[in-house]
């Protein structure tokens, strides 16, 4: 089957399948998968050009309802974590979208940037895991323990909330000046963020990532959109090349992503942390050994 937009030939199953392997890992992880996907679409179906990062985004939209639903289904959802990703990361992905058009168009140039990037952030996690880290109980009688995401404390400075007889807290100003760089560094890429901000909030802030995978999921979907729109609205200043995304490799994309997010979401919490963080330490780390051998020696 020919995408014109993407000016690749693939037959359709391909993607679909992809897309439902790579986000049933990810979505344990609190992100959707589309920066695995990213370097799938370019190495391997052999699209190129720069609405490869829009199709991406798209890709987002299509998947991540089915796993952000299910963790508020199972009261996971940590809605003040939410918006304050989502206000980090919008603006700094508008600001990513006009360097990708106006400066990045060439493949190679952000390879090194990306491989950079997100082995800094599997350093930091792979730390984290050597580090023993003590969460404060709760006030006896304050709550009870349970796998449910309740909020305790919620201003301009500080969230506090209860997970299974623990109190968890966070800097808002932090993580609301950390999702104004990945905003920036998403926007370039392609990708919501989640995979940075995910392994972030868990080895910085040390918080368990059964509370904070819905949270990155919902706020990574919603900045998409911003982000596809985004790119829409630039096409026409930009005739030369191409900056739409393409519809046929998204759809196909979000049908494999909504079935993997589901199920992924839906087993998560059977899965030890200590896995899940292996899992995202791997994931963080070969992904970026894969770009720097593509930038030196491909």
């Known amino acids: 089957m020919y995408f014109p937009t993407a000016e690749i030939e693939v037959f359709p199953l391909v993607p679909t399948a992809a897309a439902f392997v790579v986000s049933f890992f990810a979505s344990m992880g609190g992100f ?168 972030f909030l868990v080895s910085v802030f040390h918080l368990p990532i059964y509370t904070i995978a819905g949270a990155t999921l919902i706020a990574t979907s919603l900045s998409s959109i911003l982000g596809v729109a985004f790119y829409l609205l630039m096409a026409p200043f930009f005739p030369q090349i191409s900056v739409t995304p393409d519809w046929g490799i998204a759809i196909l994309l979000g049908l494999g992503g909504l079935a993997g997010m589901y199920l992924g979401a839906r087993c998560q919490k059977h899965v030890p942390a200590i896995l899940l963080k292996i899992m995202m330490l791997l994931v963080l780390v070969g992904t970026s050994a894969f770009y720097l051998v593509q930038y030196f020696i491909l």
Not at 81 to 98: N, S
Not at 128 to 156: C, F, W, Y
Not at 165 to 191: E, H, M
């Open 32 to 199: 959707s998968g589309a920066f695995l996907l990213l370097p799938f679409q370019m190495s391997v179906l052999g699209y190129t050009n720069v609405s490869v990062s829009p199709t991406n985004q798209l890709y987002n939209v299509f998947s991540n309802p089915a796993g952000f639903l299910r963790y508020y289904h199972e009261h996971r959802m940590l809605w003040p974590l939410a918006w304050i990703i989502l206000a980090g990361t919008v603006p700094g992905l508008f600001a990513g979208a006009l360097i990708r058009i106006c400066w990045l168009p060439e493949v190679r140039q952000f390879k090194l940037f990306v491989a950079l990037v997100l082995l800094g952030i599997g350093m930091q996690l792979l730390r984290d895991m050597l580090k023993k880290h003590h969460s404060v109980p709760a006030p006896k009688g304050d709550v009870i323990s349970r796998p449910v995401v309740e909020v305790t404390e919620q201003n301009l400075h500080t969230v506090a909330y209860s997970y299974d007889g623990l109190i968890y807290r966070f800097s808002v100003p932090r993580v609301l000046a950390f999702c104004t760089i990945v905003g920036l560094i998403g926007g370039i890429y392609g990708i919501g963020g989640g995979a940075i901000i995910s392994p």
